[in-house]
């Protein structure tokens, strides 16, 4: 048996004197009535087709698994952008409420102290470095600002990982899409075999 495929895309099949000349654009594109399963429809007791062609069922059965791979990395795509918008809302919204906001400092029975009223924000900030500098457990134990830097990091060098993987998903689709007549013409070959 022997294989050849000829400049305008026709494959010639040959065995036991026997040939077959296939143009692969009209076995991709060649609609068959019974192409792809519906399922089964207990009304008429019979299972359902919808006419399809080999190229639509090749693009449905990618797209498909392309969607499964793609729906984790989206989902957490949108999540990201989500927080990135109410954080933005949100400060914006105490940006407009703090400022200029002044505080009388009390003692611990509730009493003011003698000492002037402080800017909100310079509070905050006071309060914001002690507790970023604080340390949670004793001796080495990294701070809390020093954990906010190592998180940092890490979404950072996962987003630029996940750009790599979707630069190679697309790659690897390419290719797929570049092979569908090598993978067309190896079935055609396995299935004639014993012609």
């Known amino acids: 048996m022997s294989i050849t495929e000829t400049p305008d895309q026709t494959v010639r099949v ?25 399922g089964y429809d207990p009304d008429h007791d019979e299972d359902r087709f919808e006419p399809s062609s080999l190229a ?23 999540e990201d952008k989500v927080s ?40 905050i900030v006071e309060a914001a470095t002690k507790g970023l500098n604080q340390r949670d457990g004793y001796g080495n134990s990294p701070t809390k600002m020093q954990k906010l830097v190592d998180e940092a990091v890490g979404k950072a060098f996962k987003n630029e990982l996940a750009s790599a993987v ?11 899409q570049d092979n569908a007549a090598q993978v067309i013409r190896e079935t055609i070959e396995r299935s004639t075999r014993g012609l």
């Open 56 to 78: 639509l069922q090749i693009a449905g059965l990618t797209a498909d698994r392309l969607v499964k791979v793609m729906r984790h990395e989206v989902k957490a795509m949108i």
């Open 14 to 38: 040959a065995a036991n004197g026997l040939t077959i000349d296939l143009d692969l654009h009209q076995l991709l594109t060649a609609v068959d009535p019974e192409g792809r399963w519906l």
């Open 166 to 176: 979707k630069d190679a998903k697309a790659t690897a689709l390419a290719a797929v």
């Open 84 to 123: 990135e918008v109410i954080a933005a809302e949100v400060t914006t919204l105490v940006r407009e409420h703090i400022e200029g906001t002044t505080v009388q400092q009390t003692d611990e029975f509730g009493f003011p102290k003698s000492t002037p009223a402080k800017p909100l924000t310079q509070m």
